[in-house]
DNA sequence: TAATATAAATCAAACGTTTGTTTTAATCAA
DNA sequence: TTGATTAAAACAAACGTTTGATTTATATTA
């Protein structure tokens, strides 16, 4: 199925994903994301009845269920170490297979938009998951830190920052697999969260 | 000194600085800024040219001098865990006494704004020192990764990634000191990186 | 099946508002 | 009075959205 013969309000769904990410929401017009998807510029109020909630819709479609809540890993967020290796690969697993979307919505973060108020209930159950294993993992003597503040921050900064095309210029990006990015990944947060033999 | 005494040009800047940081570049109008700074909007356009130009005039004006590049540090940039150590405290005490700068240009990066070209000469010369340091360390054998892009992004994350409004949510942001947050993502980033005794 | 009726999708054009910028007018100190 | 500074008004362009007409697709009826 090429872009064409997708219906209209998909095919804008598609281009605002991409612009959003390429540009920003604030940086990318109604009539720029019409154009990509080759759609005449009301489609947006009359499908989504905004470009605001073209922004929503895209989570809707595109944001993935959260694997942390379901009852078959109860089990696994009890241990501190295994459940912090299951969240860095469902971050990661998300950031790696849509990048787009997950530059979107740390674009939405970094500019505190009003949309985030919409994101809340998107991102937060991770940011709890995380934070009750980082509790658990300290109280057990299994993590080592002072500052629940600065640990937060520490593993979230280093899962969820992105892939900046700015790097480009410092440096050519190597390839590295999906796999190989999240054990070493989860193998820099682990060391950093002082637990040995990782 | 109060706000109203000093001449427009500053308070213009002081207040383009503070609602950048809140809304984004593209999210802050010129009448908003000027109705902060108590000025008129055509200001913006007699003193700097444009809206475009406050923002790089914030760069001249707040942006704090390379200390990694000082010859006195020459010596310390040799090696890696030293030089490691100097660049965290450097890009901490900036995020730490600054952080409507910070999380200014935090934005533009993850925005990808176009205004990025003008910034890479300020922030370069900090990619380059730490990809440097982390090329030196691996060498060495000091620091453990395979991958220097997921090593790049594992410090910049933690080290860049600015307190968010939106975790207030989660938790509430324990008081710790400066020099305990550059000590403690210090011991993160070092532990992560492989070496021991930290 | 063919003609008709209904609904959905798409369109060009225009809406009122806000944007960044420029021009004009007034004010003020020297 | 002169020259610098500030305020006010006006500008074209771009913004998100709405409109009313038209096309396309689906359903209904004869």
């Given amino acids: ?23 920003g929401f604030d940086g990318t017009s109604v009539r720029q994301i019409c154009e990509k ?24 479609q595109f944001y993935p269920t959260n694997k942390l809540g379901d009852p078959e890993n109860i089990e696994i967020l009890k241990h501190p ?6 969240f860095i690969r469902e971050v990661l697993r998300f950031k790696l297979t849509d990048p787009e979307m997950h530059i979107m919505i740390h674009q939405e973060i970094a500019i505190r938009s009003p949309r985030i108020e919409g994101l809340k209930p998107y991102l ?7 934070k009750g294993l980082l509790e658990r993992g300290k109280k057990e003597g299994i993590f080592q830190f002072d500052s629940m503040d600065t640990a937060l921050s520490f593993v979230m900064g280093t899962v969820i920052f992105p892939k900046s095309n700015f790097l480009e210029t410092v440096y050519e990006h190597d390839q590295t697999s ?3 990015i999240i054990e070493e990944t989860t193998r820099f947060v682990l060391r950093g969260l002082g637990v040995k033999e990782v």
């Fill in 1 to 23: 199925m090429s872009q064409s013969e997708m219906d209209a309000k998909m095919r804008i769904l598609l281009a605002a994903k991409q612009l959003f990410a390429e540009q």
């Fill in 37 to 60: 998807a080759g759609a005449n510029s009301s489609l947006i109020s009359y499908y989504f009845g905004g470009k605001e909630n073209v922004f929503f819709a895209l989570l809707d």
């Fill in 81 to 86: 170490v295994e459940g912090v290796k299951l």
């Fill in 124 to 130: 937060i159950p991770y940011w709890e998951a995380l």
């Fill in 178 to 180: 999906m796999e190989g």
